[in-house]
Structures are given as structure tokens and as C-alpha cells.
């Protein structure tokens, strides 16, 4: 089993920036690919980043590419999710997702799921 604790959300101005967080439990952590995705009012959730096992491959929605940075640290079985200039239409709630499988954009893939956390940005 894995538990994911997202942390790190809040308000912050549109062009400043926040670091997302999501600390893992279990023993196997490591060996999962890991996701961030995000869900606007009244919508499906959508994809925002994913990382593979060892840390070295990732990807990356059009809409995040050169402004959000996905990162894992295994030794303290966390994920990050670095976003910098930020937009008024970045706010949603962003969740963290966990998958033995390959990391992929397709949420059905992630077995294990945080809790969320609201991240708003003003303009």
C-alpha cells in the first residue's frame, strides 16, 4: 500500500510561485512512477506532470511546459512539483497519484491517490 499527503498549496499572485509536495508511506515507493494532476471547478481531473521510478525521464502538459518542474527525492520519499510563473488559470486543486506501471497521462493508470491540495492564484 502507498499513502500520498499532498502539502505546499496555497494563494499566491499571478507570476510568483509555489512548490507542491507529496510525501509517500510504504516501502515500495520507489519503485512507483508518480504524477501530478490537477482538477478545475465542475471538470475532470487533467494531467500535469509524471515522473518515472529513477527520476530521470518525465513529462509534461503543453500547458505546464517550462513553468511547472516535476522532481522526486527517494531517500525522503517525496515528489515535488515546482511551479513558477504562475496564472490566474493555474488554480484548481492538484493531486499527486502514484502507479506501478510506466508513468503515463491517463489518470485511470494511477492506483493510489492524495488527497488534493487548492492551490489559487490571484491576477
Known amino acids: 500500500q502507498v499513502q500520498l499527503v499532498e502539502s505546499g498549496g496555497g494563494l499566491v499572485q499571478a507570476g510568483g510561485s509555489l512548490r507542491l509536495s507529496c510525501a509517500a508511506s510504504g516501502r515500495t515507493f520507489s519503485s512507483f512512477a508518480m504524477g501530478w494532476f490537477r482538477q478545475f471547478p465542475g471538470q475532470e481531473r487533467e494531467f500535469v506532470a509524471a515522473i518515472n521510478w529513477s527520476g530521470d525521464t518525465t513529462d509534461y502538459a503543453d500547458s505546464v511546459k517550462g513553468r511547472f518542474t516535476i522532481s522526486r527525492d527517494k531517500a525522503r520519499n517525496t515528489v515535488y512539483l515546482q511551479m513558477n510563473s504562475l496564472k490566474p488559470e493555474d488554480t484548481a486543486v492538484y493531486y499527486c497519484?502514484?502507479?506501478?506501471?510506466?508513468?503515463?497521462?491517463?489518470?485511470?493508470?494511477?492506483?493510489?491517490w492524495g488527497q488534493g491540495t487548492q492551490v489559487t492564484v490571484s491576477s
Open positions: 497519484a502514484a502507479t506501478r506501471r510506466p508513468p503515463t497521462r491517463w489518470g485511470d493508470e494511477y492506483g493510489y
